[in-house]
């Protein structure tokens, strides 16, 4: 790495350490359901029915409906920590690592486990 | 005495590189064996309909479309290209055995002299080159078009990929390797999808088989957008957010290669359309 991309990471995470309340305003323009459905974001539906929400309209079918969570997953950490990261659990997986990939903020990470927490 | 010391050593080499030269052939037997599992009701000849051999339905409107295709143009002036003789007076067919007829099939081929790949994308400018004539760029929709017509001289030949040296079989372990390798954001390799998901759907696209993906190039994308094999690759990359390498990189000849090896046995056909 050289000197100047050192310096732009360095004010990057400054930044986000300084000012989190102004990095998490941009980004709440999605709530659960739309990070889950959005392609650039969770895209689960690329891979997973959602069945009991009716708006979750043609899924693939690469991983399984995503349907009673709440008595799959009595604890809703273990549901967060198999979004953040499913190679823990399965090192062969589909599913990408969400969290330790940084595709979701950890708030965006949460709203995506409510939401599918309640289906 | 020095004599069967010698066919001793000679009968050694034979056996170790027989077993070197197995692993490729043994990969794609598996590989296949894997698809069967998958589609026991799909013909291995019809693996080159991809996505498409899993959906009777689209695969009656892809019939449709082929028997008027609307890239006809483009594949004429492909064969205009081909047939338009160079400054020199000299032909692409002069460049190729056969004039060319049949020989798509054997490409990518691994050079010893060279120790590369050569896509026949690369022999194409080579030709060009040989005869003082300007290349063209790789993926580009010029190359395409004059490929849709070059390749289809080879329709109905069946791929025919050798690995005979350990130069080639070191390409070929490259590409094998970059295929399984797990790169991005998204910590999706090839083979999660066109492998491990093969049949299965992401949202509505449906996952084609990796083997017979490389027999059929150009296709036309939307019936009219042409694309090459190498110009697919980078393609599925930026869907799935990995950065892309150059055509005619290393990686994708050898990508390619690797590849084209897992089609062995299937028939060309060029090009064809797709979604």
């Not at chain 2, 027989?18 to 990969?27: F, K, S």
């Not at chain 2, 028997?67 to 338009?84: C, H, L, M, N, S």
């Not at chain 2, 696209?205 to 190039?217: F, I, K």
């Not at chain 2, 019936?223 to 390498?245: A, D, H, Y």
């Amino acid at each position: 790495m050289n000197a100047t991309s050192t310096l732009t990471m360095s004010l990057l995470v400054a930044m986000t350490i300084i000012n989190p309340v102004m990095a998490a305003d941009a980004e709440v323009a999605l709530d659960g359901r739309g990070l889950a459905f959005d392609k650039n974001k969770g895209n689960c539906l690329a891979c997973h029915a959602i069945p009991n929400d009716p708006k979750a309209v043609s899924p693939g079918d690469i991983g399984p409906a995503l349907i009673g969570i709440k008595s799959r997953y009595p604890d809703r950490a273990k549901l967060r920590a198999q979004i953040w990261d499913a190679t823990a659990n399965n090192p062969k997986t589909s599913m990408p690592p969400f969290g330790r990939n940084k595709i979701l903020t950890e708030a965006e990470l949460d709203l995506v486990t409510d939401y599918i927490y309640g289906m | 005495m020095k004599h069967k010391f010698l066919s001793i050593l000679a009968g050694l080499l034979l056996f170790t590189s027989l077993g070197v030269y197995a692993v490729p052939e043994e990969d794609r037997t598996a590989l296949v064996n894997h698809y069967k599992q998958i589609f026991p009701n799909i013909k291995f000849e019809d693996y080159v309909y991809g996505a498409l051999a899993m959906n009777p339905e689209a695969k009656e409107q892809y019939d449709d479309v082929m028997d008027f295709p609307p890239y006809a143009y483009d594949v004429r002036q492909g064969g205009v290209i081909w047939e338009t003789p160079f400054k020199n007076g000299e032909r692409f067919a002069s460049c190729f055995k056969y004039e060319g007829n049949n020989v798509a099939a054997s490409f990518p081929y691994f050079d010893d002299k060279t120790n590369r790949v050569v896509t026949f994308e690369n022999a194409i400018n080579d030709c060009l080159k040989l005869n003082n004539e300007k290349e063209m760029k790789y993926a580009s929709q010029e190359m395409a078009i004059l490929t849709s017509y070059a390749r289809s001289l080879s329709d109905k030949a069946k791929v025919n990929i050798k690995i005979k040296s350990p130069g080639a079989l070191a390409a070929y372990e490259k590409g094998k390797q970059y295929y399984y390798q797990r790169q991005g954001q998204l910590n999706f390799s090839c083979a999660t999808c066109h492998v491990d998901n093969a049949g299965k759907f992401t949202r509505s696209e449906q996952l084609s088989m990796m083997v017979g993906q490389a027999s059929h190039w150009p296709e036309f994308r939307a019936g009219t957008e042409p694309v090459t094999l190498q110009g697919r690759f980078m393609q599925c990359q930026k869907n799935t957010r990995v950065n892309v390498k150059e055509p005619n990189s290393p990686e994708y000849n050898n990508l390619e290669f690797f590849m084209t090896y897992m089609s062995n046995g299937l028939k060309m056909q060029t090009p064809v359309f797709r979604k």
